[in-house]
């Protein structure tokens, strides 16, 4: 199991985490969601997104943004953003394999505290006149290529 974590800050959308849910137990790495989540943690559409994979994922919930900071800066585990705002390809970036890569609301994203607590941040580069790339399609670009430098090496 990979040391790598995925964090999602008060995911809005269930299928998206059902999804990442899914990816990170296929990939062996952690998920850490940081609520409150903008829908039951036990809603329907998180289970359909999961599918089967939802038993076998590893999943930590916090109560709040304090909550996680707090066990965070514990471990002394390094925090990166994936952000529209970030100018850091998410390529370039050197990935440490006990990484926790922190991936905001679908609606908003991130707030400032939480911008300015964190170790780096990292940005999909789009085209020009592209708002975003879907969440867990983000988690699994960036999360695949942490693992590839840090794990499949």
């Not at 370039?92 to 006990?98: E, I, K, T």
Request: proline share 4%; glycine share 8%.
């Amino acid at each position: 199991m990979a040391n790598l974590r995925v964090a999602l800050y008060q995911p809005d959308i269930p299928g998206n985490t059902g999804t990442i849910l899914r990816l990170a137990a296929c990939l062996g790495c952690a998920v850490d969601i940081i609520e409150p989540a903008g829908f039951d943690i036990s809603d329907r559409s998180l289970k359909r997104a999961g599918m089967d994979y939802l038993a076998a994922a590893t999943l930590t919930r916090h109560v709040n943004w304090e909550h996680f900071e707090a066990w965070r800066e514990a471990t002394g585990r390094r925090l990166v953003l994936a952000s529209t705002k970030a100018s850091g390809r998410y390529t370039d970036f050197s990935f440490r394999p006990d990484d926790i890569l922190l991936f905001g609301r679908e609606s908003a994203g991130v707030p400032d505290h939480v911008h300015d607590k964190v170790d780096a941040r990292i940005v999909v580069p789009m085209v020009d006149g592209q708002r975003s790339i879907n969440l867990a399609v983000s988690a699994a670009m960036i999360t695949g290529e942490a693992m590839r430098q840090t794990v499949w090496a």
